[in-house]
């Protein structure tokens, strides 16, 4: 099945709203986004499941119904003022940084596309701010991290005890805004205490993941970032996506999953207006 049989969505006038239909917007999206980052030499690479699509199928994987991409913590920080301005006519721009409302469980930021609206399937992660539900790309943000599990430690632990706090009071509509920035101060000390390090990762506000078996990947094997074909485009890879890729989905990457996941996994309900 490619994504244009996939059917997202079907409208009371009986057309249909495909997976084809928000790749494209995506890629467009995207599209946006790599213009402005290069203008501006602000490096990136596509994530995940994203720098997978590139690897296996030169574009989306195939039932894919979202794009991330990631960045070190520094050029993050470079990149909310620039993306702000220069994205404004099209996009709105969700981070912590700039709105005190985001969900800082979720990647970074969120670049949503205005006119548009999603709903996705973690109502756990929901989006906290109310100006836009838009199509959006996922930021992840990468940090300098230490390889010894000792000096790792005790500093990811403090935001995995955070998180479920966070999660508590985000439900109670209660936004715990002094426990969000304690969460963003501990992961940006603990960049500063490893910024010698040849080491890099998840920063710490990514706490979806066993702070035993954190994903840890050698500098040398992202940076510099590579070119890689997407869907007829060029979009920035790690390095060694190889590498990157045994870690970041699992030695098996080349292999298609059995036929019964090959489904898109994020959204619940989507509207594209004219």
Not at 56 to 82: L, N, V
Not at 97 to 109: S, W
Not at 149 to 154: A, E, R, T
Not at 167 to 173: D, G, H, I, S, W
Request: with cysteine.
């Amino acid at each position: 099945m490619n994504a244009q049989e996939i059917i997202l969505k079907q409208l009371n006038d009986g057309t249909v709203i495909t997976l084809q239909d928000l790749q494209d917007i995506l890629l467009s999206m995207m599209k946006d986004v790599d213009q402005v980052l290069r203008r501006n030499n602000i490096p990136y690479f596509l994530n995940g499941g994203s720098a997978l699509g590139a690897y296996r199928h030169q574009g989306f994987i195939p039932w894919d119904d979202d794009i991330d991409i990631a960045m070190m913590t520094d050029d993050f920080k470079k990149a909310i003022p620039i993306l702000e301005k220069e994205l404004s006519d099209k996009y709105i721009i969700h981070c912590f940084e700039t709105k005190p409302c985001y969900n800082v469980l979720i990647p970074g930021m969120k670049i949503r596309l205005k006119n548009t609206r999603i709903e996705e399937v973690n109502e756990l992660l929901s989006n906290k701010c109310k100006d836009s539900d838009g199509i959006f790309i996922d930021v992840f943000v990468y940090s300098k991290v230490n390889a010894s599990k000792i000096k790792d430690l005790p500093l990811r632990l403090v935001n995995q005890v955070l998180m479920p706090i966070i999660v508590f009071f985000e439900n109670l509509n209660i936004n715990p805004i002094l426990i969000k920035k304690w969460f963003k101060w501990n992961a940006k000390v603990y960049h500063q205490l490893n910024q010698h390090s040849q080491w890099v990762g998840f920063d710490l506000t990514w706490t979806f993941k066993s702070a035993l078996k954190p994903f840890v990947f050698k500098e040398e094997d992202i940076f510099p970032c590579k070119e890689m074909d997407f869907e007829g485009e060029r979009f920035f890879v790690p390095k060694n996506i190889e590498t990157y890729l045994e870690t970041a989905i699992a030695p098996t990457f080349r292999e298609l999953p059995p036929e019964h996941l090959r489904k898109p996994k994020h959204l619940k309900d989507i509207e594209i207006k004219a």
